[in-house]
T-cell receptor
Framework: NAGVTQTPKFQVLKTGQSMTLQCAQD?????MYWYRQDPGMGLRLIYY???????DKGEVPNGYNVSRLNKREFSLRLESAAPSQTSVYFC??????????????FGPGTRLTVT | SQQGEEDPQALSIQEGENATMNCSYK?????LQWYRQNSGRGLVHLIL?????REKHSGRLRVTLDTSKKSSSLLITASRAADTASYFC???????????????FGKGTKLSVIP
């Protein structure tokens, strides 16, 4: 079992460029999440998908879009990158439907720099 | 919308000593979780404690929960250099509907264990 995988590991973008961060899990989990982690801010939820076919906004969704391609895959797209989106992005999954009673499994992260 | 706040922000101890980290939260919760993050890696789930539990053990980890004080503590006994990491508490955040709550992370305690 690979768990949660993310690609790429590192990315540098120029302001205005677009890119898609990929995430896949092999644990047959229902829920998937995208977080960003900034120094001194902890983890903040960008979007989540409680089940295949559904997506919802989290705490900081502006500037991002997501696609739950199937049960395994959940991608995050930056349509027009801005320096404020420089961050480390984590994908996570859990068995439960977005419920705090279920542990979340995290991917290794994507370190994104926007210049 | 942060729910849990860890204290201290940073902690430095000698190998073999015990490390105690605290988490305080504002509103009543159903569950509280603790996660570890090694530098440059994703978060790893350590332990989940439910609101009707007062104490839970897992190996060298001991977690307590005091719902009257809205606080939890994580104790790592006989610490090792490999315990050097950031530790996060996570609790019920915004209500998602259908009895589910978003998991909301604190900003973390950075633990350094000196060999």
């Amino acid at each position: 079992n690979a768990g949660v995988t993310q690609t790429p590991k590192f990315q540098v973008l120029k302001t205005g460029q677009s890119m898609t961060l990929q995430c896949a899990q092999d644990m047959n989990h229902n829920s998937m999440y995208w977080y960003r982690q900034d120094p001194g801010m902890g983890l903040r939820l960008i979007y989540y998908s409680a089940s295949e076919g559904t997506t919802d906004k989290g705490e900081v969704p502006n500037g991002y879009n997501v696609s739950r391609l199937n049960k395994r895959e959940f991608s995050l797209r930056l349509e027009s990158a801005a320096p404020s989106q420089t961050s480390v992005y984590f994908c996570a999954s859990s068995e439960g439907v977005g419920d705090s009673s279920y542990e979340q499994y995290f991917g290794p992260g994507t370190r994104l720099t926007v210049t | 919308s942060q729910q849990g706040e860890e204290d201290p922000q940073a902690l430095s101890i000698q190998e073999g000593e015990n490390a105690t980290m605290n988490c305080s939260y504002k509103t009543s919760i159903n569950n509280l979780q603790w996660y570890r993050q090694n530098s440059g890696r994703g978060l790893v789930h350590l332990i989940l404690i439910r609101s009707n539990e007062r104490e839970k053990h897992s190996g060298r980890l001991r977690v307590t929960l005091d719902t009257s004080k809205k606080s939890s503590s994580l104790l790592i006994t006989a610490s090792r250099a490999a315990d050097t990491a950031s530790y996060f508490c996570a609790t019920d955040g915004p209500y998602l509907g259908a009895g589910s709550y978003q998991l909301t992370f604190g900003k973390g305690t950075k633990l350094s264990v000196i060999p």
